[in-house]
């Protein structure tokens, strides 16, 4: 090779240092201008591909946040993922981090965020959680963004370390009563790190009237979908193997969490 072409060469490869340079900076500034946290927009952007944006034809808000069960993935929810677009629901896929507080703030940031990339005009949104998502997702019409919660589907919350509404001291828990939000609650037969002091109809017992459904026989992990495939989370395979064995009543479990799906968010 001779000295002129090793000059391009390197030549061009300073052009594309400079480039990825460029967009890296780019990319800073959009997360500045945002005012979102990069944990969020990495989020959004890696969960894209779950947005099917759709009219919406009535009042219930047609976007719905979905909060995991910790360290587990979208595709350990996807037949559920995929009934919510049927019903022509916008899905905005959070993954969960440890602190529940700051996971309960990120959640109206990350709505905002949405709007403002995709210029939405929608002013209102859904929560469906599971396990510590569940708790997140009561945390949030409780506290957090109260006003905008349209309806929660809460999936065997564990509220627990600490306990937001399950407090023996009573005055130190969040309300749901006479909150703008409609609630459902599920509770299973949880597992061996569940406490049923920590479980929805714990959470009944500080908040009479609100709704909840005991799923027999199932698991605490029934809501996931039974063979996820290569692309599900560890965690869950490893759940299922030790502490949350599948049960007799999953399937129906989860069947049943889809149909509350079609009977309160469908357009």
């Given at each position: 090779t001779s000295t002129i072409d090793k000059m391009k060469i390197t030549s061009s490869k300073r052009s594309l240092y400079i480039s990825k340079a460029l967009i890296f900076v780019l990319y800073i500034s959009l997360i500045d201008l945002c005012a979102a946290s990069e944990e969020i927009v990495e989020t959004i952007k890696?969960?894209?591909r779950l947005l099917e944006l759709q009219p919406n034809n009535k009042t219930i808000s047609n976007i719905t946040i979905f909060l995991p069960g910790r360290?587990?993935?979208d595709y350990d929810?996807?037949?559920?993922?995929?009934?919510?677009h049927e019903q022509g629901q916008?899905?905005?896929?959070?993954?969960?981090?440890?602190?529940?507080?700051?996971?309960?703030?990120?959640?109206?940031?990350a709505f905002d965020y949405y709007v403002q990339q995709t210029k939405s005009s929608a002013t209102s949104y859904n929560i469906i959680g599971h396990s510590f998502g569940a708790?997140?997702?009561?945390m949030v019409a409780a506290k957090f963004d109260k006003e905008r919660i349209g309806i929660v589907i809460s999936l065997d919350p564990n509220d627990d370390n600490p306990p937001r509404f399950t407090d023996k001291t009573s005055s130190k828990n969040l309300s749901l009563l006479n909150i703008p939000a409609t609630i459902f609650l599920t509770v299973t037969d949880g597992g061996p790190t569940i406490s049923s002091d920590h479980q929805a109809l714990a959470i009944v017992k500080f908040n009479p009237g609100?709704?909840?459904y005991k799923d027999e026989d199932s698991s605490h992990v029934c809501y996931c979908?039974?063979?996820?495939?290569?692309?599900?989370?560890?965690?869950?395979?490893?759940?299922?193997?030790?502490?949350?064995?599948?049960?007799?009543?999953d399937a129906?479990?989860?069947?049943?969490?889809?149909?509350m799906i079609v009977e309160h968010l469908s357009l």
């Open positions: 890696r969960q894209s360290n587990l993935n929810y996807k037949s559920t993922i995929n009934v919510l916008t899905v905005l896929f959070i993954d969960t981090i440890i602190d529940d507080i700051d996971y309960a703030r990120r959640v109206p940031i708790k997140i997702a009561l609100i709704s909840v979908d039974p063979d996820p495939g290569r692309q599900g989370s560890l965690p869950l395979k490893i759940f299922r193997a030790t502490l949350f064995r599948p049960k007799s009543g129906a479990s989860l069947q049943h969490a889809q149909e």
